[in-house]
C-alpha cells in the first residue's frame, strides 16, 4: 500500500494547510480547530442541542477532552450544558445567542475557504474536484467505521435491526414478518454477540453471532444501510462476526438466506461459504451455508 498512503499522506498535508487547521486561529475565528468543531455539531443541531454522549460518539473523542472542550465554550458563554429533563443522567450541549452567532460566523468564513479553493478552477474542474472529494470522503468514512458490541436491546441496535426488517419486508415478494421477539439472551455473552458500526450518531451496519448447537454459530442480522454500500463494509463485518465467533471458540458458523439477497449471496459464496441442506426453520429461508472456521 505504500503509493495509496503517500498520497493520502500528501492529501492530507496540502488539505490541513489550505483550510485553517494549523493555524492557532481556525480561520481567524479566535478558536482553534478543536473547539471551533465542537461549536459546529452542537449548531447543525440546532434548538434541540446534542447530548453530551452523542457529541463524543460523533467526534471519537475521549469524554475528558470533550469536557474540556465544551468547559472553553462555556466560558467564552458560547455553549450550555444542562441535564436532560427526561434522563438526568444525559447532558445535552445548547448555544447560546452569542454562540449561534459564532456558529453563523463561522459557516461564513468556510464558506469563503472553499470559495477561495473552487473559484480558480473551470467548471469542467470543480466538478472533478467535487466527485473526488464526493467518492474519498465516502471511502474514509467507510474505512473508519468501526463495530461496536452493545446490547441487543440498544437503541442503536433496535434502529439496525429495524431497519434491517423494513428492507426485507420491501425486497422479499410476500413481504417479511420478523415474529415474536428474538430472546434477547440469543446475542449477549456467553451465547453470543451483537455489533452496531454508526457514523455521525447514526447506525450504518449491524450483525449478530449466536450459538446453535455444540462448536456451531449462526450469523444473523447482518445489514447495511443501502446508502452506505459498495465500500466493503458488508466484507469486514462478515470477517468480523467469524472471528468473533472463532475466539469464542466456535469451529463452524452457519447462515441462511433468500435468493432475493443476490448481493449477499454472492458474498458468502466469495467469503468460502458451502451451501449445506436446511439446518433450522426459518420459513424465509431458502439457501443454508456453512464455513469452518
Not at 505504500?2 to 493555524?23: H, I, T
Not at 463495530?147 to 434502529?159: H, N, S, T
Request: one cysteine or more.
Amino acid at each position: 500500500m505504500r503509493d495509496e498512503m503517500e498520497v493520502l499522506r500528501r492529501f492530507n498535508r496540502a488539505w490541513s494547510q489550505r483550510v485553517g487547521v494549523l493555524d492557532e486561529s481556525f480561520l481567524d475565528s479566535g478558536r482553534p480547530l478543536g473547539p471551533s468543531r465542537v461549536l459546529f455539531e452542537i449548531g447543525v443541531a440546532a434548538a434541540e442541542g446534542l447530548g453530551v454522549g452523542e457529541l463524543r460518539d460523533r467526534l471519537g473523542l475521549d469524554a475528558g477532552h470533550l469536557s474540556r472542550l465544551l468547559r472553553r465554550l462555556e466560558g467564552d458563554g458560547l455553549v450550555t450544558t444542562t441535564a436532560d429533563p427526561d434522563d438526568a443522567r444525559r447532558r445535552i450541549a445548547r448555544l447560546t445567542p452569542a454562540g449561534s452567532r459564532a456558529w453563523r460566523d463561522l459557516e461564513e468564513r468556510s464558506d469563503r475557504v472553499a470559495r477561495d479553493i473552487l473559484e480558480p478552477l473551470s467548471d469542467s474542474g470543480r466538478a472533478r474536484l467535487a466527485d473526488a472529494l464526493r467518492t474519498a470522503d465516502g471511502l474514509i468514512r467507510a474505512a473508519t467505521v468501526r463495530f461496536v458490541q452493545v446490547d441487543p436491546a440498544d437503541p442503536a441496535a433496535l434502529a439496525a435491526v429495524a431497519a434491517y426488517i423494513g428492507e426485507l419486508a420491501e425486497r422479499f415478494p410476500g413481504g417479511f414478518d420478523p415474529g415474536p421477539p428474538a430472546d434477547p439472551g440469543a446475542f449477549t455473552p456467553p451465547n453470543g454477540r451483537f455489533f452496531v458500526a454508526a457514523s455521525d450518531g447514526d447506525a450504518i451496519a449491524c450483525g449478530g453471532v449466536q450459538r446453535i448447537g455444540e462448536g456451531v454459530a449462526e450469523i444473523k442480522r447482518m445489514w447495511v444501510d443501502p446508502a452506505w454500500r459498495g465500500r466493503g463494509i458488508a466484507t469486514r463485518l462478515l470477517a468480523h462476526l467469524e472471528r468473533t465467533a472463532a475466539a469464542d471458540g466456535f469451529g463452524v458458523v452457519r447462515l441462511d438466506t433468500n435468493p432475493v439477497l443476490v448481493e449477499a449471496i454472492t458474498m458468502y459464496r466469495r467469503a468460502g461459504y458451502r451451501e449445506i441442506p436446511r439446518y433450522n426453520d426459518n420459513p424465509y429461508a431458502r439457501l443454508w451455508f456453512e464455513k469452518a472456521l
